[in-house]
């Protein structure tokens, strides 16, 4: 029995793919070994029945719960009854598409956590940044595909942080080049996104940090005429945490050189960062994105909240 958890869909199908090809080399045979539950829809007991339940004819079954964090803490005894003496017949994985455990969101451990052995659960990382960049490189090298480093970073500012949309924006991006194409870089990026999107997107964040107001939200009004607020908010989010990196690193005495190979950003941007605002202000600029996020998850209004954000971002204090 198997609890992966983590809030990247694709790691979750990721691993889920490892386990079904480990468990059905022919993928036919999972077919019929094969059952996938939804976690928002059925109960825990109902969830160890079924993994109770023997093969037809003889073998393995799999037992898949997409969305478990929805599972209800009834019967959460008879789950980790189960977990303690599991059916041999059968694997039982649950999959839940955010993380568990107590963090800025969560309060305390999801009962699952606290009902399950730690040897089942498994903690999928929240990739950002370079490594989350370094990730995508290697997952579509295994499919064939060679992303440049310069291509993976912008799509990253692009296409956000969510690891399916980013693979399905390198195998547009690659089949913009040609149906044979195989490779993937800042000419195929540019020809799914559009130059004048890019465009506008490095406006707005040159805007904020000008601290333009005018021309801010002008470029930003253009963009959420096509584009997601949420796509948007990652970008503005993105911007400030590497300025804030920045900076804290100037605090401590690292040079500009030193920093740029640090973070693999050009000279020439280190050498403006650093001659931004303090770390004590761009932190409070990044505390105001998490809780605009917070407020957009909670059914808020995602355009007027970002409208009043950038204004926020743009003032002097």
Not at 9 to 21: E, G, K, N, P
Not at 35 to 63: F, H
Not at 214 to 223: D, I, Q
Request: some cysteine.
């Amino acid at each position: 029995m198997l609890l992966f958890h983590g809030p990247d869909a694709q790691l979750l199908d990721d691993a889920l793919a490892l386990v079904t090809r480990g468990l059905f080399p022919d993928p036919s045979s999972a077919a019929l070994g094969r059952e996938v539950l939804d976690g928002s829809q059925t109960e825990v007991q109902a969830v160890v029945t079924s993994a109770m339940t023997l093969p037809l004819m003889g073998g393995v079954r799999l037992v898949v719960v997409r969305h478990a964090q929805a599972l209800a803490p009834r019967s959460a005894a008879a789950l980790g009854a189960y977990a303690r003496d599991p059916n041999p017949a059968t694997r039982l994985v649950l999959l839940a598409d955010e993380g568990l455990r107590v963090s800025r969101d969560r309060r305390a451990d999801h009962w699952l956590v606290q009902t399950l052995p730690a040897a089942a659960i498994v903690d999928l990382p929240a990739r950002h940044g370079r490594e989350l960049s370094g990730w995508l490189r290697e997952r579509t090298a295994a499919e064939g595909l060679q992303v440049s480093e310069e291509a993976a970073k912008l799509l990253l500012e692009w296409a956000g942080e969510d690891g399916a949309t980013l693979l399905g924006e390198v195998r547009k991006a690659a089949l913009a080049g040609g149906a044979d194409n195989r490779s993937v870089g800042v000419k195929e990026v540019g020809a799914i996104v559009g130059e004048h999107r890019l465009a506008d997107v490095f406006e707005l964040t040159r805007a904020v940090q000008r601290r333009d107001v005018v021309l801010a939200l002008k470029t930003l009004e253009r963009l959420l005429a096509t584009e997601e607020p949420m796509r948007m908010l990652v970008l503005l989010t993105r911007d400030l945490r590497v300025a804030w990196t920045v900076q804290t690193l100037v605090e401590r005495g690292q040079s500009s050189a030193e920093i740029a190979r640090a973070l693999r950003l050009p000279p020439a941007v280190v050498e403006t960062l650093s001659r931004g605002e303090p770390p004590a202000r761009l932190a409070e600029k990044l505390a105001r994105c998490w809780d605009v996020e917070r407020r957009v998850k909670s059914s808020g209004e995602p355009c007027a909240e970002l409208t009043l954000l950038v204004a926020d971002l743009c003032a002097e204090r």
